[in-house]
């Protein structure tokens, strides 16, 4: 006879199980998508990179972004410090690729605790043109990656696109991490997706008219925001735009950390979705259906019924993850850590549960309290 303790996992993890089967058809559904190019739409665009310090890779990062089929685009790297060894980067690549309309931007005024955008705010002066491409200094992308991302603006209601990204790392907290996004981060979005549509960024792409960027309130409204994309993406949704997240997939290059480092970072991560999609927080229990349907085992004392939902959970976890990771990523590092699905659950799931409870964090050497809107609060 079933107790309370094993309904409750047994409800957890059949919805595991619903969870799965759904976001196998909401990934199929989504990387069946084509990009279908006009080559008569090509409006200018102007990126803003905002830097920090020389991070893994970033010369080719920066350089994937100045190699774009694209007619008519700037660049404009933005830095805070005068004295960041990023600028003499910045000023060679702008030597060697003096045929682009490259500038750098070195201003150090900040508005507020995000200095990442106070970055983009100090940048934001020098663009010329109506469409305004974020995307952080860690991404890599191929030269089709302006001409694929700016059509779904070819729809005048649509103010914003952004896109997905795949982690790359050589080291084994970011090999954790890349399964982590793999694994859990993108069938978690493309099932939101499905569901309710898009209402949200991510800073690997986040592509914006000027004027919406305007009408929210500018930089100086998210000064003071963690989740500055989320922002972004979600602002302009509640003026009636829309939001879209295109089939186009970028790198993320993963820089070698230590696993506390890791692990608060994550919790920044988690804390930032608690405060911005509360209910959508807690729907993630269900996205844990090999953790869900373990505990329902130990419950019921590994009896027929618990074993069997463990190996049905387990085994579409495993398609689930073999599908994103090779099938549709092509990532092969993915897939030589795929056995790797049982411990990426049960880690994530440690985190997901210590950022339910709490909204302190520790973010570059000072500590913070994320209030109901999401804005930091200086602690020390």
Not at 77 to 99: A, H, M, N, T
Request: proline share 3%; with cysteine; charged share 20%.
């Amino acid at each position: 006879m079933l107790n309370l303790l094993s309904i409750i996992f047994l409800i957890l993890t059949l919805g595991s199980i619903v969870y799965y089967l759904y976001s196998l058809y909401s990934c199929h559904s989504f990387f069946s998508l084509e990009n279908k190019i006009n080559p008569d739409f090509s409006p200018p665009i102007s990126i803003l990179k905002p830097l920090w310090g020389l991070e893994t890779n970033l010369e080719e990062n920066l350089t994937s972004f100045i190699n774009q089929n694209y007619p008519l685009y700037q660049i404009v790297f933005c830095v805070r410090d005068k004295d960041d060894p990023v600028i003499f980067l910045v000023e060679e690549l702008i030597v060697k690729y003096s045929q682009q309309d490259l500038k750098l931007v070195v201003i150090d005024r900040v508005i507020g605790y995000n200095y990442k955008v106070s970055n983009l705010a100090n940048g934001f002066p020098y663009c010329d043109y109506d469409l305004i491409l974020i995307a952080d200094s860690d991404i890599e992308v191929k030269k089709d990656y302006l001409s694929t991302i700016v059509q779904p603006l070819q729809d005048e209601k649509v103010g914003v696109v952004t896109c997905l990204y795949q982690s790359f790392a050589d080291n084994y907290i970011g090999i954790i991490e890349s399964l982590g996004v793999a694994y859990n981060f993108i069938p978690n979005v493309l099932t939101a997706r499905q569901l309710e549509g898009i209402n949200f960024a991510f800073g690997s792409s986040i592509l914006i008219r000027k004027k919406v960027l305007e009408k929210i309130g500018n930089f100086q409204r998210i000064a003071n925001s963690l989740a500055d994309d989320f922002l972004l993406g979600n602002l302009p949704t509640k003026l009636g735009y829309q939001t879209v997240l295109v089939n186009y997939i970028v790198k993320h290059h993963i820089e070698k950390e230590s696993f506390d480092n890791y692990f608060k970072r994550q919790i920044r991560w988690f804390r930032c979705i608690k405060v911005a999609r509360f209910k959508g927080y807690l729907g993630m229990i269900f996205t844990f259906g090999i953790v869900n349907s373990f505990i329902f085992s130990i419950v019921l004392y590994f009896n027929v019924l618990s074993l069997s939902l463990l190996l049905i959970t387990f085994f579409l976890k495993l398609i689930l993850s073999y599908n994103i990771g090779f099938k549709y990523l092509k990532n092969i590092t993915i897939k030589n850590y795929l056995g790797l699905v049982v411990v990426v659950d049960f880690m994530q799931f440690y985190i997901w549960l210590i950022a339910l409870f709490g909204n302190k964090i520790k973010w570059k050497n000072s500590q913070f309290i994320l209030n109901q809107k999401g804005e930091l609060i200086f602690l020390k």
